[in-house]
Nanobody, 116 residues
Framework: QVQLVESGGGLVQPGGSLRLSCAAS????????MDWYRQPPGKERELVAG????????NYSDSVKGRFTISRDNRKNTVFLQMNSLQPEDTAVYYC?????????WGIGTLVTVSS
């Protein structure tokens, strides 16, 4: 019954910002690493950012480092991705992920389109 629901995507101009949210349920959220992935059109899914269970450590792909910030609110069972200085290359479906009991769970994704 793991459920991940992304929201916050949309159309944004280059240089703009979006804040994505992922609401999680069906597991003890505060015990797990959470990740954001993205899949650009015609390309494979790639890891964007990850955050430890407590939020004490984060990691980012080189392509988004300095522009994106991952965070979480364990009281609300929600992980966020703040995306600034968006570029057309950031256009993708963004997914949140948790590896729970050895299985990767995904939301249905939220589409981010960066275009003028």
């Amino acid at each position: 019954q793991v459920q991940l629901v992304e929201s916050g995507g949309g159309l944004v101009q280059p240089g703009g910002s979006l804040r994505l949210s992922c609401a999680a349920s069906g597991f003890t959220f505060s015990w797990y690493v959470m990740d954001w992935y993205r899949q650009p059109p015609g390309k494979e899914r790639e890891l964007v950012a990850g955050i430890s269970s407590t939020g004490s450590s984060t990691n980012y792909s080189d392509s988004v480092k300095g522009r994106f910030t991952i965070s979480r609110d364990n009281r609300k069972n929600t992980v966020f991705l703040q995306m600034n200085s968006l570029q057309p290359e950031d256009t993708a479906v963004y997914y949140c992920n948790v590896r729970y009991r050895g299985i990767d769970y995904w939301g249905i994704g939220t589409l981010v389109t960066v275009s003028s």
